[in-house]
């Protein structure tokens, strides 16, 4: 894990490179030319809709042709054949990251209280690990974390999160829970490997939950958590690229696009980090290429004012390979 002096070192280069893509990122996906079908030829005026029934229609033929999956929303079947076509006849797909480490943080809240204005403690520390070349996941870490500040759940956290009390009276602090969880990386020897990556449902799970924690409880951020893959962006990009609305869908979207049932209860930390594995997973199946999408700079405050959260912004298509390297390399796990 790298001190709070390193990461500052080399927070203003990156954040010059990320900049510069930020504005280029939210209006379009990475590589979305790439997956949009090939009509150049015809008037704007004349160009069929990718999602009519008559080319869906094709679409689901070619992909039982090819012995694909037909289960999926329209948009979906449209990027799962686009992906299938771009990949190198008999050769076996090169991967980015060997793996990601799927997080979905629960943390103490108060009905009508507006995320990122107020302090919220972590209170489950759930993750699955996946394993991208071999398509499958390797291991699970639950823990829950008794909160110092804030140590009464209010009734509304106890029924959207169903934790009780109990749970997080008994549990140990953030500092201990972390230290285990980098304890079961260890078991995978992920303290060696950089190829790897964490991934979340959004950017409050870094930027929110996890920076005000750290400082809370004086810990310096976990190299590995300054880049992250914001799975709903990802998500958006390769399948929802043609979506006028430009709506981004949640888990229960991107389930109900891929034609996926949701397991276990919404809002408990480790049933949503399953669900999201189990979206990342069929994603990989697609031959979607997975990589960083956002990069924390923790010891800067969010543009929006936020108090509690953390400056977060798109990270640069182009670089993040040597940016990912770098921050990677820092890594210095708690003894």
Not at 160 to 168: A, P
Not at 191 to 204: I, L, P, Q
Request: proline share 4%; aromatic share 10%.
């Amino acid at each position: 894990m790298s001190t709070a002096s390193s990461c500052k070192m080399t927070e203003k280069s990156e954040e010059v490179a990320a900049k510069a893509e930020c504005d280029d990122v939210e209006k379009k996906a990475a590589g979305n030319e790439e997956l949009l079908p090939v009509l150049n030829d015809l008037d704007e005026a004349e160009k069929p809709n990718p999602l009519s029934p008559e080319i869906l229609a094709q679409v689901v033929e070619k992909l039982q042709g090819l012995g694909l999956s037909t289960i999926g929303s329209g948009p979906v079947l449209h990027s799962r054949l686009s992906l299938f076509e771009k990949r190198k006849p008999g050769l076996k797909p090169e991967y980015a990251l060997d793996y990601l480490i799927v997080i979905d943080f629960e943390a103490t809240c108060y009905e009508n209280k507006r995320a990122g204005t107020y302090e919220q403690e972590i209170i489950e520390f759930p993750a699955v690990l996946i394993d991208i070349r071999n398509r499958c996941v390797l291991d699970s870490f639950h823990r829950y974390c008794r909160p110092v500040k804030h140590r009464i759940l209010s009734d509304f956290c106890k029924t959207l999160t169903g934790i009780s009390q109990e749970q997080v009276d008994r549990a140990d602090s953030f500092a201990v829970v972390l230290k285990e969880f980098e304890e079961w990386l260890i078991r995978y020897d992920l303290n060696r490997k950089t190829r790897w990556c964490v991934a979340t449902d959004g950017s409050f799970d870094i930027g929110l939950f996890l920076s005000w924690q750290l400082k809370a409880s004086q810990l310096s951020p976990p190299a590995y958590c300054k880049m992250f893959v914001h799975i709903p962006k990802l998500f958006q990009w390769i399948y929802l690229f043609n979506d006028s609305n430009k709506e981004r869908a949640g888990m229960y979207g991107m389930l109900e696009h891929l034609g996926l049932q949701p397991e276990g209860r919404l809002h408990s930390g480790i049933d949503d980090a399953r669900n999201l594995a189990r979206i990342c997973l069929q994603m990989i199946h697609d031959g979607v290429q997975f990589r960083p999408t956002d990069v924390a700079y923790f010891h800067e405050e969010d543009e929006k004012k936020r108090e509690y959260c953390c400056k977060v912004v798109p990270l640069n298509k182009k670089k993040w390979v040597t940016m990912h390297k770098n921050t990677m390399s820092r890594m210095n796990f708690r003894k």
